[in-house]
């Protein structure tokens, strides 16, 4: 962990940072001047990424974001560090579970919740008082293209970001009246480990190598495969920008204005997409 004071540089902590989307986006910020709180489960990917770039940018801390006190102390720790200022608080930190929903197990489903929600959730109780004290100041969150409409074979993780998206919703309105700005980015399918590493609990041939993986993501339309930088860019731009819903890439949103109106069309949809939808289950014997 640094503690070098960092003086009047704005500043951004970043859970989530040592890999995939976070480890995009704190260097983003650190190349444009800004000072990176950056913390992750992962000590090692942290380590790289302060060697890459400059341990005058980066502050390091372990830590995970399903533990309230350790979420508080660490980002107190970093404020300080950052000269008494909080301008974006990132709660990116994120994991997976594939598969038919019965087939995960319930103690891997409650870890999904703890950590894409309630980690959001600790993340802005910490957050709040630091941000009403900086001036401009945002809270962002990744939510997920599979917020737009729950997503098969990923009921849990979908209904964790429909979640986060609700709350940035609410917390947009409330916070107002401190004059801090909440949003939150939506992307659809990103090139990042948990893309990779996500477990397929059901065991099929929904469980393909990384070969495989690229060979069959679209090369256009909306879940055309994306590099993080792209949704870097995105939470660069969120902070110098009004909404509420960052879609990446833009064409997300419109699965939320379909689904609006016609919500079984989307599913029907959703049917076609993924022919083992359709499929039943063996008879038991």
């Avoid at 800004?34 to 489960?41: E, K």
């Avoid at 100041?137 to 979640?163: E, Q």
Wanted: aromatic share 8%.
């Amino acid at each position: 962990m640094t503690t070098q004071s960092q003086g009047p540089r704005p500043s951004i902590f970043i859970t989530g940072a040592a890999s995939g989307i976070g480890r995009a986006t704190a260097k983003l910020f650190a190349n444009r001047g800004w000072f990176i709180g950056a913390t992750d489960v992962s000590a090692a990917g942290l380590d790289t990424l302060r060697q890459e770039s400059g341990a005058d940018n980066i502050w390091t801390s372990a830590l995970d974001v399903t533990d309230k006190n350790q979420l508080e102390t660490t980002l107190g720790a970093f404020v300080s560090a950052a000269g008494g200022r909080l301008d974006v608080m990132f709660n990116n930190a994120g994991i997976g579970e594939s598969g038919w929903f019965e087939d995960v197990p319930y103690g891997a489903a409650l870890r999904v919740v703890q950590t894409n929600f309630i980690g959001v959730l600790n993340g802005a109780y910490a957050a709040l008082p630091f941000l009403k004290t900086t001036p401009k100041s945002l809270m962002i969150s990744t939510s997920s293209s599979s917020a737009t409409y729950g997503m098969p074979r990923i009921a849990v993780y979908a209904a964790t970001k429909f979640a986060v998206k609700g709350l940035t919703e609410a917390l947009s309105a409330e916070w107002m009246r401190h004059g801090v700005r909440v949003a939150d980015v939506l992307p659809g399918l990103i090139d990042t480990a948990i893309l990779r590493s996500t477990p397929n609990r059901s065991g099929d041939a929904a469980a393909r190598n990384d070969a495989e993986l690229y060979a069959n993501a679209p090369k256009s339309g909306p879940f055309r495969l994306i590099p993080p930088e792209q949704v870097a860019e995105t939470v660069w731009a969120a902070y110098h920008g009004d909404q509420i819903h960052w879609y990446v890439p833009k064409e997300i949103g419109r699965i939320d204005q379909l689904k609006a109106f016609a919500p079984k069309m989307v599913r029907s949809r959703i049917m076609k997409a993924m022919p083992q939808l359709q499929k039943s289950d063996p008879p038991k014997s």
